[in-house]
């Protein structure tokens, strides 16, 4: 019996009706009622002076959590309806409304941080070590150390009430620009109007002409509204520096640093390795150019195929070929993907008016993921479904943890889709049916690590620079152009022909306000999951179960701590940065030697 598998996502099965639902807002307004309870709770709480106090505390978390859980659910649901239709204005107001109740519950969280904080030392190591507290150990004493960089809660509490519409609503502002964007694109003989998602995936396309003028004219539609987006990612960062300031903070990476469980010198470790290890990706764009009839490659050839085997995969296709490669790491994993798959719970569909992009985003009260992309059929979109089925696998593997230990931070959370990109992609080079078809995956490999080690090297030092100049004022666009160029052409160590000036308008990543600095946690993820998926190709399909193990470690300990317990690495040295790029660099040898030979 065929089984099948939905290109749209089923969210009436959280809430029917979309933006106009009735189930959600009778959610939202329950969710209303349990926030003012936890509110009232939080303002009644003293600050623990007895190891007995630890019952009080214990029932404080209980209820933030299941407030939480209600709040994320809901915000979830409509970050969704804001994905799948740009054009949804009914689903925008209600993005304001959940951006209005979070920053409530950030209020009462802040002083419950505050009074934690204030808990005598002696006291404190009492509490954590009671039973009913022993397993929040290392969040409670994060949440303790982070108050302690932080303001007065009554400080705080301004930031965080001015931050809904004087930064957070910025970053919708910047989502509601770009939804606005349509292109005309003149594909395989048909003029065409594409959303910005769409355009986007024509950098791939075999023909140069279609990748050129899909390229030239976004960069027209950035240019025309460059004004507007410089003075986004200005009132963004100026925004966040300014709150900086005031908690005496210098260092523009203190925050991201600190929400990745990180330390500087790991961060230092990786870039420097990868640095040093450029040279044979910079051979390999050389490589290309020349397959591609060109002295050097420009920006909108560094996703063109190289070769006539441009393979595609119907959404079926893509879907069973992740399932079978799942199948041979472990059950669970292949279990889960079916689900997913079966179930509706990924919008794939190639139409207009969908935000650009992908993303996985869990809904913790039913226990269930949901994940956006556009899908048209090239191996990289196969690889970027197994990319998201892993960020949903990692909620999964988390699901007997407590609520309040699932929290897991950027970086790790990067691992686990990388994981299960890199058991797609690899396989499907090991599975080429000719040597063609095997150049052709192979440099699929490759051009990850392109963007790895180089574009996301360069957004990282275009956002470190752009924070450094916007220190002593505004920033305009013409400025931002020069800073991301010069950021390119050493990201990608002069191997390109030409730069993407624009490109600080046209990624949705500097936008977030969520996560400053949502760069560096990739390159971490990819480098961090090569020594995980080196282990399991060791183990086997018995490893599924240490991989869970360390997912569910993930929200609980520091990065470096866990790399320490599960792979015996210290991570703040550049050898075992240099372990992962050595079989990246095995690739890009192995393409530039295959396509020598071709020649």
Known sequence: MTVNYPETWDLDTLFSGGSESQELRLHMNQAVTMLTEFEKLVQKFKVPTVKEDAKNVFDLLEKMSEVMRHLSQS??????LMAQNTQDKKAGILESEAASLSARFQHSFQKIQQDLTKTEDAVWTQLVNENLLRKFTFVLNEWREEAKQLLSEKEESVITALSIDGYHGWGQLYDMLVGEINVTVTVDGETKSLSVGQANNLSSHKDPAVRKESYEKLEEAWTEKEEFFAKTLNSIGGFRLEVYKKRGWKNPLQEPLHINRMKQE???????????NKQPFVEYLAKKAELLGK??????????PVTKST???????????????????????????????????????????????????????????RI???????????????????????SYALRPVHSLNRSYAMNVAETASTFAEMIVADAAVKNAQSKEEKIALLEDKVQRSVAFFMNIHSRFLFETRFYEERKKGVVPAARLNELMEQAQEEGFAGGLASTHPHF?????????????????????????SLSV??????????????????LRDTAVMSAEDLAMKHLGEDITQQAFWEKGIALCVQDAKEFISLTSAEA
Not at 533 to 550: D, I, Q
């Open 533 to 550: 998926y080196a282990k399991a190709l060791e183990a086997g399909s018995s490893f599924e179960e240490k991989y869970m193990a360390l």
């Open 75 to 80: 915000g979830a649901f409509i970050g969704c």
């Open 372 to 394: 956006f992309m556009t899908y048209s059929g090239s191996m990289s979109n196969v690889a970027t479904l197994a990319h998201e089925l892993g960020h949903a696998f990692h």
């Open 504 to 528: 600080w308008a046209s990624k949705l990543h500097f936008y977030i306000t969520q996560v400053p600095f949502y760069n560096f946690p990739y390159t971490f993820g990819y480098l961090f």
């Open 266 to 276: 790991t961060l230092d470790a990786m870039w420097g390795a990868i640095s040093k």
């Open 295 to 304: 002295d050097s490659l420009d920006w909108y050839d560094v996703d063109a």
């Open 311 to 369: 393979q595609q995969f119907s959404y079926r296709e893509g879907a069973e070929f992740i399932l079978k490669q799942f199948s041979k790491f472990g059950p669970e994993l292949e279990y889960f993907a079916k689900q997913a798959f079966e179930k509706g719970w990924i919008e794939a569909e190639d139409r207009p008016n969908k935000r650009p992009g992908g993303f996985c985003t869990g809904l913790p009260l039913s226990e269930e993921s």
